[in-house]
């Protein structure tokens, strides 16, 4: 059920019974936050007078001196929580100074709002529709740790080609042949649909459902496209569902982009077009694969700016364990139709105007969905706004070109602190309409600094096998 107003949601409460009201936001780093408010204690004041919390207790945002905020619910996003037992609605919250009663500028949901406005100042569009495909892992059994002295880290999972010798039933998967098969290689099958009418109970609307090329248990729904902000929040209860899900039925899931060597990682694609007045930009008969001279710039932009993008959108360490060249995921700075190796690539199932989009291949699920969204199309419209040619479409296999000509390809960075890099030399186009502000980039790069130098300073296992007998 869709609400609009706050009397909407206290009739809903009312109507359904519902005994508990889940607050929730988002922290910098893509983390839903949340407490939980007795629904005889929520009312139409609640949106007006806000709640309460220490914001000095969250990462990156106040500090002790200041720590009062306030939370103020939006109506529009409230949805009945379909994993928890007992009935509860869950509501997202924005983040407002209780002071001065502006929006903090550190809350990511207003930086998406403020997108999507400058959008709209440009002129060149009303709105930006995304549509992300976060693949995730499922595995029975999940241990790690690291001590001083130690380190490991264990997963395991039925489906996987190193358990045909011990389970006595045989069908296991073989590295990276996990795409498509059916039950009883594919062992998540009914998981999956328990999880996607879960999902549409939540309102994030998934339209598919498989499995992924890696083993053991790699997933992906396809969900239905949606404007910006209310793709990032239905992106977030995606996440929750699928972790929780997971859990009820013994499983644990993980958007982590590389949980194990040797197969596919998790990637977020993200389909992204532009519109305005009812009218796609992205399209033009004349145009390569349908392009307008709008979505070839949109691409220059988001080729241009793809290391500081990265930041945002490709933010952990472990990130830079699946974007390696020579694998499967795109390190590659050019687009293409149909191409799946080139980090821009312009789907081509659909030919009709209204599916014309450029397909970002480089985020993973790993990024807070407000921040990534909004600085992907703030590198797409300085692209459009200063006419930045992408260069000639690469429509080769460009992981088997010649060494002398994949030389001439630019690449993404290579980890972590490199994008970082990348960001603090090239920011200005978020800075544009105030979207992301000085303060919210140089608390989100310090604290990301600071965990690349948490993986940077230990010895990696891996270390021991190679240099332990030197």
């Not at 190193?162 to 069908?171: D, E, I, P, R």
């Not at 390696?324 to 687009?335: C, I, K, M, S």
């Not at 296999?397 to 290579?414: F, K, N, R, S, W």
């Amino acid at each position: 059920m869709a609400f609009s107003t706050p009397q909407d949601v206290i009739n809903f409460i009312k109507a359904e019974g519902i005994k508990v009201i889940d607050v929730r936001f988002c922290d910098l780093f893509g983390q839903w936050q949340h407490f939980s408010v007795n629904a005889k204690a929520f009312d139409l004041g609640t949106f007006e007078d806000g709640l309460g919390f220490d914001g000095s207790s969250i990462r990156g945002f106040q500090f002790i001196n200041d720590s009062d905020m306030l939370l103020l619910p939006d109506p529009t996003t409230a949805f009945r929580d379909p994993v928890l037992e007992l009935p509860t609605l869950a509501i997202i919250a924005d983040i407002y100074d209780p002071i001065t009663k502006q929006p903090y500028q550190k809350d990511v949901r207003f930086v998406a709002k403020k997108a999507e406005a400058y959008l709209k100042q440009t002129g060149i569009g009303d709105t930006a529709f995304f549509g992300p495909e976060a693949e995730f892992f499922l595995f029975t059994d999940v241990r790690y740790e690291y001590t001083g002295r130690g380190a490991s880290f264990y997963v395991d999972g039925p489906e996987a080609w190193w358990n045909s010798a011990s389970n006595g039933k045989g069908g296991q998967l073989q590295p990276k042949r996990g795409y498509y098969p059916v039950p009883p290689a594919d062992q998540y099958q009914d998981v999956r649909t328990q999880m996607m009418l879960a999902l549409d109970a939540a309102g994030v609307i998934p339209e598919i459902h498989h499995h992924e090329v890696a083993v053991p248990g790699q997933c992906e729904f396809g969900i239905r496209f949606g404007a910006m902000l209310n793709m990032a929040d239905r992106l977030m209860a995606y996440k929750y569902v699928i972790k929780n899900m997971a859990r009820k039925m013994g499983l644990t899931a993980t958007f982590m982009p590389k949980p194990m060597y040797g197969d596919n990682g998790s990637g977020m694609h993200c389909h992204q077009s532009i519109w305005k007045d009812g009218v796609n930009q992205m399209y033009s008969a004349d145009g390569y694969a349908g392009l307008s001279d709008t979505a070839k710039y949109y691409i220059g932009g988001l080729l241009k700016h793809a290391p500081a993008l990265l930041a945002f959108c490709a933010p952990t360490t472990n990130s830079y364990r699946r974007l390696v060249p020579g694998f499967e995921a795109p390190v590659n700075l050019a687009y293409s139709a149909r191409n799946r190796s080139a980090i821009c690539r312009i789907p081509m199932y659909a030919l009709s105007p209204k599916a014309k989009r450029v397909e970002f291949r480089a985020p993973d699920p790993t990024a807070t969905p407000y921040l990534a969204f909004a600085a992907m199309l703030m590198a797409g419209l300085d692209g459009i706004q200063n006419r930045i040619d992408p260069g000639e479409p690469q429509d080769k296999d460009l992981y088997e070109l010649p060494a002398e000509e994949m030389a001439l390809i630019p690449q993404v960075p290579g980890s972590l602190s490199e994008v970082l890099d990348a960001l603090d030399a090239d920011k200005d186009f978020l800075l544009q309409g105030d979207v992301f502000t000085e303060d919210l980039i140089d608390s989100y790069v310090g604290i990301k600094r600071a965990e690349a130098d948490a993986v940077r300073l230990r010895p990696h296992p891996y270390e021991y096998v190679m240099y332990f007998d030197a």
